[in-house]
């Protein structure tokens, strides 16, 4: 355990010479890759809403059309809802977790050593839902928060969680600008920047395409690892 502190004390050193004080972090893709069993769970409740993409290609295309909006024909935003809670429904249920990333159990540590650190996640189901993968993973429940759009009712979106936690730690002295967002979304990005915090992308695995999605989206500033050697500076 003492080597592996060592590995993330980087990161979370540098997000506070930043000028951070508080840390919004992303969990699908990002803490854990969850790739395998969401590809699972939209196989198994795609009968009811139509898909771009087929559920058999290469795990990477599927996530690609997925940052680009391209993964589902659902135009109308509750639809859209509706198709993914379905899904995390599934893959809560078929309990075919994800894979942590290297360093993210003892990153979410040292970082909730330094600073007010949050997960938080667009997935459109309750936190209490998922306080068991998360336990699986390791994670310091303890010492972090736990926030999901799910939490807040139907249709609710990520930029309305980041909004109304942004309210909620203003009233506790932090501004918006000393909030990070590390994500691997370019839309969860695009969402930080616009309401104020700074925003760091995650980039889940090497491809060009998905790269400069997620760049473009956090203004080029970007970390392909929670451990020390992220490429921060």
């Not at 993330?8 to 840390?23: I, N, P, Y």
């Not at 899904?87 to 909730?112: H, Q, T």
């Not at 949050?118 to 336990?135: K, S, Y």
Request: proline residues 3%; glycine residues 8%.
């Amino acid at each position: 355990m003492i080597k592996a502190w060592v590995l993330v004390v980087g990161l979370a050193r540098d997000l506070m010479e930043l000028g951070a004080k508080a840390l919004f972090i992303d969990l699908d893709m990002t803490l854990v890759d969850t790739a395998r069993g969401l590809i699972i769970a939209m196989d198994m409740v795609r009968g009811e809403f139509p898909l771009e993409i087929q559920l058999d290609s290469d795990t990477r295309a599927i996530m690609k059309s997925y940052y680009n909006g391209s993964l589902i024909k659902i135009n109308e935003p509750m639809k859209r809802w509706i198709f993914w809670r379905y899904v995390w429904i599934k893959y809560l249920e078929n309990r075919i977790y994800g894979i942590p990333m290297p360093c993210s159990e003892d990153f979410l540590r040292e970082s909730a050593g330094r600073m007010i650190t949050a997960i938080v996640t667009g997935r459109e189901v309750e936190t209490r839902l998922f306080v068991d993968e998360l336990n699986s993973y390791g994670f310091p429940l303890d010492m972090i928060s736990v926030y999901s759009t799910g939490d807040l009712g139907f249709g609710v979106t990520k930029r309305e969680l980041y909004e109304q936690l942004a309210r909620k730690y203003g009233r506790l002295g932090i501004p918006r600008s000393s909030i990070v967002v590390i994500s691997d979304s370019p839309r969860d990005l695009l969402f930080a920047n616009e309401i104020g915090f700074k925003a760091i992308g995650y980039i889940p695995f090497d491809d060009r395409e998905v790269e400069e999605m997620i760049s473009m989206a956090s203004n080029g500033i970007v970390i392909r690892t929670l451990c020390t050697n992220h490429g921060l500076f």
